[in-house]
């Protein structure tokens, strides 16, 4: 990773020498259509011939970020209960129509929105939508689902804490937003979801379900014309206005001086690591150069972060780097993992990759590496109905333009080196960042002295 | 259980219900749904090599994958895991790309490449773009013909799988309780131990016993290749000929002799941890690939834990609320497998008033059937997982390895559909009856211990 001068250089030239199929070659979509009904909700029909099956997806602007403060898990409550009642039919009853055709359907929040979709057999479209439109404008609510959802939801929040890697990336998530809407978990915590009643659930179904801003894909192996008309009639007069607050922006900050914190596990022989700070949005215009930015660090498997931590010093089964990427900014994180014995060399190399880069520029071959794996396996991120039901309604929930996947390839093999450089600086950090370990405090102790302002909290003190 | 070569993203528990479902289609109600016809070629080298070829030209990408007749059951005591630990040295060098450079030249070339390796079997792919054909069929008959086990690399690489094995079982809760129902319910099978491998067997491993497994089972004539996607049938042959076709073949490996002895009573396990929930994984000691019975059992699975209107679901998690998870899955095996159940309990519920539920539900089953509604419900959900699993080239060359390696022919795929249509309710009650004998049961209960703190 030493590269100066030569560097620059050698990233003209693989530019010039990289293969088309996998350089910049452009990839179509299959054709598709879209219509704004008059309540506002946009429809996207495309038609597929692959096999005899069916994708629909339904992104709702009513993500986490929108829960109410003191009613963290609204969001994702909402989206468990209307599947388990509406337009007078139970939760058996709704479960029985989707699984008697064979179908999947489910709702579930994320940070920006919540998404239903599911997958049927193409000749069951109709009654698909039917189901589908039902649970989205007329969920019943009852008293007792709410009651018995709130009961699983926190067992599930409880139950993280027996999955070492999830626990400690939620605390971290946690820890990094603190204050801001992106922090909690989806699922909340378990304190407010005992808080939540069904009014809470309502109401929060009526501010944020609504038509305007939501987008309906429909991808599979049917008749556009026909599965259009479907979605007016069953969806055409949904009505709703929204009625939340708007996100703030995750503002930028960092922690001076490195904040650590160690979540005391005296169970663990391995210490889970998140390392990371706050970053840019899906707004951003520095998208692809991150993502080359990224996949360099920490994608595949000859990225620098697998390189040194696994294949070189054998410390870790998995060693990667990601961006979380919202609406109104978002996070970048360091994964791994390591025996307790060698934490601190493990947290170590991770850092000084980053710092790297931070303070070189890429070599022209890693560059173009980066380049033609994202660009070449671009395609299978494209395969499926799913894959293409996701990618409509992500891009437009987003505004990432339609000629996205069209242009993907253009665009990331116009990143140079330079832009890598400029936003690792912007928003790889080395230093006065957030360590979060999950570790056996006792054993590995000795080995955190002068990372940074040490915390220990106890896991048992963690709800 | 398969592990990958990398951590997966998906949880543990969610991989394995995968896994569960993997092999798994029907047809029911539809007299429109044509046979299915792969439309594959298929060849047979000189060497032995089978070579599977399956044109498809819907997306300009393509799925390489080689599938070997190795895994946990080719092991034995004091070499656990070697199986495992060669699928990741089979990314550490070879005689054209050397150390760390099948990775740097698939990836610089816009390809992606994972592996498993599971009790039964072994495989590995890459997906790329139609045009590098020619360069996965290099990089993977390189390692075939010549594996470099590098001394430095394999003892990286064996730091690497002590970690991953930290990972999924050491430091989870889940890890430790699978582990423990197959040590609990295999005494005399390879099928007892981890595809990890014990901690103490990976740390005696050697490149000798390396170099020895290498030569027995990565012989062309224990492999079948696949190829899906977009390429021309004949000019691939052409390059699998021209690279696969000077690996010398090898002596055949010795068959496995022991076979997991009879099982005539409950076998009991607890894991005491500290945990959130109490967790139950009950294996019922079930039957192998071979037997006709592997269908009407699918169609029990789908009845019981599949979806939230199945029987365990509703009587658990909504009646009885005493469970938060309901999962069961009965896993296509060469050798006797276990249907299992595991259940996911609320943080103060009874785990043995959870095991009493459910074996009321099981014996309902063997006594009172199912329903007409619960067989039609249970094909359209066999059929549409069969159709989900086929959408992708990688799904489809990965169908095509698997029922390799179990049947010992493709083919079966195609039969499958109409062994789910004739299974009827009175053959759903017969295994339900058979395999769900308390006899045949090995329980493990997680005990949750208070922390200290």
Not at chain 1, 209 to 225: H, Q, R, S, Y
Request: charge should be negative; hydrophobic fraction near 45%.
């Amino acid at each position: 990773m030493k590269q100066t001068i030569i560097a620059a250089m050698a990233v003209l030239l693989f530019a010039a020498a990289a293969p088309a199929s996998a350089g910049t070659a452009g990839i179509d979509l299959p054709e598709y259509t879209k219509h704004t009904l008059e309540n506002g909700l946009t429809v996207f029909v495309m038609e597929t011939r692959e096999v005899p099956l069916v994708s629909i997806r339904l992104l709702l602007p009513a993500g986490s970020a929108a829960d109410p403060a003191g009613f963290e898990g609204a969001a994702n409550l909402t989206a468990e209960l209307v599947m388990k009642g509406a337009g007078g039919m139970g939760a058996d009853e709704i479960a029985e129509q989707i699984e008697g055709l064979g179908g999947e359907l489910s709702a579930s929040a994320d940070r920006d929105y919540t998404a239903v979709a599911g997958n049927f057999l193409a000749r069951d479209l109709a009654a698909a939508l039917e189901i589908l439109g039902t649970v989205v404008a007329s969920p019943d609510f009852p008293a007792d689902e709410v009651e018995r959802q709130k009961e699983i939801v926190t067992a599930a929040i409880h139950s993280v804490k027996d999955s070492p890697y999830r626990f400690a990336s939620r605390e971290f998530a946690r820890l990094l937003a603190a204050g801001h809407p992106y922090g909690h978990p989806v699922e909340g915590s378990a304190a407010d979801v005992e808080k939540l009643t069904r009014a809470d659930v309502a109401a929060f179904h009526a501010a944020n379900w609504v038509p305007e801003g939501a987008f309906l894909a429909i991808v599979g192996d049917i008749d556009a014309k026909t599965a259009l008309k479907l979605a007016k009639k069953r969806l055409g007069s949904w009505r709703g206005e929204r009625a939340a607050a708007a996100v703030p922006v995750l503002e930028r900050r960092t922690f001076p001086g490195t904040r650590v914190v160690v979540i005391d596990d005296p169970e663990l022989t391995q210490s889970q690591i998140r390392i990371g700070n706050i970053a840019v949005g899906m707004d951003s215009p520095d998208y692809f150069a991150l993502a080359v930015g990224n996949n360099t660090l920490g994608g595949g498997f000859t990225s620098r972060l697998m390189d040194e931590i696994r294949v070189n010093r054998g410390l870790s089964y998995g060693a990667r780097s990601g961006l979380a990427q919202y609406r109104r900014g978002g996070t970048f994180t360091v994964v791994t993992y390591t025996k307790n014995e060698t934490l601190r060399e493990a947290i170590d190399v991770a850092l000084e990759q980053v710092r790297l880069m931070r303070d070189e520029t890429l070599t022209g071959e890693e560059l173009a590496s980066s380049q033609r794996y994202l660009s070449g396996l671009f395609p299978f991120r494209i395969e499926t109905n799913d894959h293409l039901a996701g990618w409509l309604t992500r891009l437009a929930f987003y505004g990432l333009g339609e000629d996205f996947v069209e242009t993907y390839r253009e665009r990331i093999g116009a990143v140079t080196a330079a832009d890598v450089q400029r936003v690792a600086r912007e928003n790889f950090h080395a230093e006065d960042c957030l360590i979060v370990l999950l570790a056996n405090y006792a054993e590995t102790k000795d080995q955190l002295a002068g990372l940074g302002g040490i915390e220990v909290i106890a896991k048992a003190d963690i709800e | 259980m398969v592990h990958r070569r990398t951590l997966p993203t998906a949880a543990l528990i969610a991989l394995c219900a995968i896994l569960a479902g993997a092999a798994a289609p029907a047809i029911a109600g539809s007299n429109k749904s044509p046979a299915i016809d792969l439309g594959v070629t298929v060849k047979t080298l000189d060497n032995g090599l089978k070579v599977i070829l399956l044109e498809d030209h819907s997306v300009p990408v393509l799925s390489r994958q080689t599938f070997y007749h190795v895994g946990a059951r080719n092991e034995r005591p004091g070499i656990t895991g070697i199986s495992h630990f060669m699928e990741h040295m089979m990314f550490n060098g070879a005689e054209r790309y050397g150390p760390k450079e099948f990775d740097a030249v698939l990836e610089a070339n816009g390809g992606y490449s994972n592996a498993f390796t599971s009790k039964d079997m072994t495989a590995y792919y890459e997906d790329i773009s139609s045009d590098g054909l020619e360069l996965v069929v290099d990089l993977d008959s390189d390692r075939m013909a010549a594996l470099a086990l590098d001394s430095t690399f394999l003892c990286s690489e064996m730091g690497v799988v002590k970690e991953e094995r930290r990972y999924s079982i050491d430091n989870s809760i889940f890890g430790l309780m699978y582990e423990e129902l197959f040590a609990l319910a295999y005494k005399a099978h390879p099928y007892s131990w981890p595809v990890l491998g014990w901690m103490s067997d990976l740390d005696g491993i050697c490149r000798d016993d390396c170099v020895a497994y290498f030569r027995t089972y990565y012989a062309p004539n224990n492999a079948v290749l696949i190829v899906a996607g977009d390429f021309d049938t004949d000019e691939a042959f052409a390059l699998v000929e021209r690279y696969y076709g000077g690996i010398r073949r090898q002596e055949p490996p010795a068959p496995l002799r022991t076979a997991e002895p009879e099982q005539f009573g409950e076998r009991r396990a607890e894991v005491r941890k500290p945990a959130a929930l109490p967790q139950l994984l009950i294996g019922f000691a079930a039957t192998a690939v071979s037997s006709p019975d592997i269908y009407a059992i699918d169609v029990l699975q789908t009845i019981l834990t599949t979806g939230h209107s199945s029987r365990l679901y509703k009587r658990l998690v909504r009646e009885s609320a005493i469970a938060v998870e309901a999962d069961s899955w009965f896993s296509w095996m060469i050798d006797p497998s276990l249907y299992i159940f595991h259940l996911t309990l609320k943080a103060d519920a009874d785990p043995a008033e959870c095991e009493r539920i459910v074996y009321e539900e099981l014996a309902a089953i063997a006594s009172g059937g199912v329903t007409g509604a619960e067989m039609a419900k249970a094909k359209n959900s066999l059929e549409a997982d069969f159709q989900r699993s086929m959408q992708t080239v990688n799904g489809k060359a990965s169908k095509i390895g698997r029922y390799e390696m179990l049947f010992g022919d493709y083919r079966t795929i195609q039969e499958v559909p109409g062994k789910y249509r004739a299974v009827t309710a009175d053959d759903v009650k017969r295994v339900a009856e058979t395999y769900f004998s308390p006899n045949r049961r090995n329980v493990v209960t997680l005990v949750p211990e208070r922390a200290e703190s």
